[in-house]
């Protein structure tokens, strides 16, 4: 089946920075049927119907968050468009807002008037530096069309942490404070940044709000599955002939992203969700992409024969451990754990008892760690375990060997 695209619409089509050319090719129509047509009460039930979840990784229904924002009483609402982006393999949200600002800007235009938002902060990926001046031509010219009213939009540059994508230490962030994720209940839209209600909402996920208002919550419910509504914006890399942003119906078959658009070969695995996400081996190509089996933010990673599992889970725990905020204990210490047992395991150190200890590391880290990066950050090691345990006992094995020849010496 080919792409569905939706969101990719315009991308390669238009000129990004010529609103004129956005509003030939139905631009702003969603917001003026929004502002005109409905209550900021009928827009937040629209989209709630529509069954839209956010796009930045967890999934949440994003009609349900802007409820509870919009139920708030208080003087000033914020709305953050995340687009940090920080996530490893991720750049799909860099393809929107590089080649489709107008969709975003529209996006937010629309969610800041359902949940009563008058300033919005675009939270952008240090490394997207490039992108700021595209991004602000195009601000300027919606606001130059009326379309934002009084809505005060500012580009926030990132402070190149991975953390600073996690909602929390992100309202952190641009506090001025050094980004660290933060316990929860109060969540962002009851009391977010400088206490008041918030919304947070990945650049995906706001991009999807100009088609369902203009086409309407029952025409987005017929895409996708039960529980994922819509289309999903993947990005692809790794051991693939045909690297590069695809959008498809959500529930549709890994194999048709990974083998049939991007053209992998001789598959060992694949990531699906950045350093955290769930891992697939090849038996399981078929496996739909769908939140009910495994999404995340959208970036997927091939990895072929030629790649030691052991390797690629050592790197991964570097990653996590590197990137932590240090706030939380289980995190701080159990990703810097893992990384030392699976380095003992990958230099010929490793014993049988080290699968035991990973076990129960997870255990904890997962229960306890403040945030999603502790949370999640064993579930690659965890998954690999699951599918490649061989590649784990044949390392113990060989150590074993190893230290018994050392012995010998
Ligand atoms: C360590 C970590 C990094 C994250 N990085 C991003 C990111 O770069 N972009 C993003 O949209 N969400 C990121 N998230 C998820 C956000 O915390 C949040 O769930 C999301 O921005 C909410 O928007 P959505 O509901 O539209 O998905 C990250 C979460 C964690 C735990």
Redo the contacts with the bound molecule.
């Keep these: 089946m080919p792409e569905k695209r939706i969101l990719l619409k315009n991308c390669g089509i238009i000129d990004p920075r010529d609103i004129n050319a956005y509003v030939a090719h139905d631009g702003f129509k969603a917001w003026e049927k929004a502002r005109h047509a409905l209550t900021p009460d009928e827009v937040v039930a629209e989209i709630d119907t529509s069954g839209l979840r956010?796009?930045?990784?967890?999934?949440?229904p994003?009609g349900l968050?802007w409820k509870l924002a919009r139920q708030e009483a208080a003087d000033e609402k914020f709305l953050i468009c995340?687009a940090?982006?920080?996530?490893v393999g991720?750049f799909k949200?860099r393809h929107l807002l590089q080649h489709d600002p107008f969709s975003l800007i529209e996006g937010i235009a629309i969610a800041a008037y359902a949940i009563g938002a008058q300033k919005a902060y675009i939270y952008l990926r240090a490394e997207y530096h490039y992108l700021s001046a595209g991004l602000k031509n195009a601000i300027d010219q919606t606001r130059q069309k009326g379309c934002l009213e009084e809505l005060n939009i500012t580009i926030q540059e990132g402070a190149g942490a991975?953390?600073c994508?996690?909602?929390s230490a992100l309202m952190d962030s641009i506090e001025g404070k050094r980004g660290e994720a933060r316990f929860r209940p109060p969540f962002p839209p009851s009391q977010g940044l400088w206490g008041k209600p918030t919304i947070?909402?990945?650049?995906e996920?706001l991009a999807n709000i100009p088609p369902i208002i203009l086409n309407g919550s029952q025409w987005f419910r017929e895409i996708g599955t039960a529980q994922s509504k819509g289309t999903k914006l993947f990005s692809v890399s790794g051991d693939v002939a045909k690297p590069g942003v695809y959008e498809l119906a959500l529930g549709s078959p890994l194999k048709e992203l990974v083998v049939d658009l991007a053209g992998a070969q001789d598959i060992k695995m694949v990531q699906v969700g950045g350093a955290t996400g769930g891992i697939i081996p090849a038996s399981m190509i078929t496996t739909p992409l769908a939140y009910e089996t495994v999404l995340g933010?959208g970036a997927v990673t091939v990895f072929d024969a030629s790649r030691e599992v052991l390797d690629f889970v050592y790197r991964t725990m570097e990653f996590l451990a590197e990137e932590s905020c240090g706030k939380c204990t289980p995190c701080r210490e159990g990703t810097e754990a893992m990384m030392e047992i699976i380095g003992r395991l990958t230099t010929g150190d490793g014993k049988q008892e080290d699968i035991q200890a990973i076990e129960d590391l997870s255990q904890t880290m997962m229960l306890s760690s403040l945030?999603?990066?502790g949370q999640a950050a064993s579930i690659p090691v965890l998954d690999t375990l699951k599918y490649f345990r061989n590649d784990y006992e044949n390392r113990i094995r060989q150590s074993v060997f190893l230290r018994s020849l050392r012995g010998q010496l």
């Design positions: 956010g796009r930045g990784g967890a999934g949440f994003c968050k995340n940090d982006e920080g996530e991720a949200d991975y953390i994508g996690e909602e947070i909402n990945n650049v996920t933010s945030c999603g990066l």
